[in-house]
């Protein structure tokens, strides 16, 4: 597959030479009328009508191929294959239209920030002299006050200390991807030529955990296997010690379902595991590291927000840009063969605020009644959402149908609840236990 | 799905499924110890979104 073809760094420099030699001075950024980032309500709020929707993240992606073949790849393996004819690496005269979209849009809705994720394929392949380039044009266009926060997701193969470097100078977050030990990780996560990754995944982990570089550490993410041992899986991303961690479903909908996930069966394979790992890390005190699902879902069982667009009535508040400079919805909807959610939009013709009119982002409809009828009379709705809205799509119906996966987003919701529920009333009874001792008006 | 162990909690948005109850979370946290609840606890008292944090992203494909 072309996709996992090697594609060095080195060969991708010599393709920009021009532009990578010396530090290159970010893009000249088509100037827009720039209003002072303030966090000020928009205009909107201020009549009590809802705010108009806005990008709060956008996913980059600074280069389309990968020097891995992961065969559970959402972007390479499933139904969209348009990256097989984008650029490799962004160009520079789109990321400077990107800078000038992404300015207008903050300065048009007075946002005072914005976190922008340099994605792929690889991101690392584009190299850090395109990478500094990138993330300074970016913030040379913002308006006046506003904040760029930048990560990176990358599978870490080729993180090094030049690359360190660059994160530390633009403040760049690393997010890496690891699926458990060398047999677990090694069973997805494979060179084109099929060797593991596992080996160099983990010396990158090891200078990445290094006390000068662990400020830069935001996580690592984990693609769920229910063939490996959920515990070893836990275990051996702990052992990292990284300052958090996610577990993913793998990706799939009604009509290319996950694996050993039978749509419509009523098996928890998924539950279970994930089940498995949360109690072995909810009673661990003091706090290991931290599980965006499982934190996410433990604050919307007490009523409050998601961390994650796996869980919670997500608003579709993330837009993806590709090398071609094409507009896109979350970038998981590449997992549906969906046509309607494909934009035919792009950063040359379009504004972010048209774009967000589309179906694949804000024009999409959202919240309860979006959903299935079976969902909206669920106990767990309110914690659940529907669960990601790609693994909601079925061929030829759309995305009005429960998550592929939803008994074991029950399964799951239903034992966080009881376990959460338990320790509440703990906490009551201790808290109540100790009311008489502490000082009057406390 | 049907549950006869947990009482059917309401099903809009944003509706809690466990209740905090009307004791301050401050004195709820104060027995909390330094585990998991009382890490998310601590994200709600401090009316943040918990398991987002600023300089983390919300997109599952990454961080």
Known sequence: MSAGAPTSAAAHHADHAGAAAGGAPPEPVPAHRAAPATGDPSPAADNDMPPPPRVRQLVLKVHSRCNLACDHCYVYRHADQRWRERPRVIAPGTVARVAQRLGEHLARHRSDRVRVVLHGGEPLLAGPTVLDRIVRTLRGALPPGAVLDVGVQTNGVLLDDEFLALCHRHGIDVGVSLDGDRAANDRHRRYPDGRGSFADVAAALRLLGRPEHRSRWAGLLCTVDVDNDPLG???????????????????????????????????????DWLVAVFDRWYPTAPRRTGIRLFESLIALVLGGRSGTRALGFAEPDIMTVETDGTIEGTDTLKTTDDASMRTGLDVFRHSFDEALRHPSLAGRPTGPAALADQCRACPVLSACGGGLYAHRFRAGAGFAHPSVYCPDLYRLIRHVQRVVAADVEALHRRALADAPARPAGR | MADPQLPAPPVEAGAALVRLGDLPLADLLAGAGDGVLAHVLGTLAAGDEPGRQLDVSAFESSF
Do not use: I, K, M, Q
């Not at chain 1, 010690?241 to 996950?258: E, K, M, Q, T």
């Open chain 1, 233 to 271: 899986v836990y275990e051996s991303l702990v052992a990292f010690d990284p300052p958090r961690l996610d577990l993913l479903l793998p990706h799939g909908n009604w009509s290319a379902p996950p694996p050993r996930r039978r749509p419509g069966g009523t098996d928890t394979p998924y539950g």
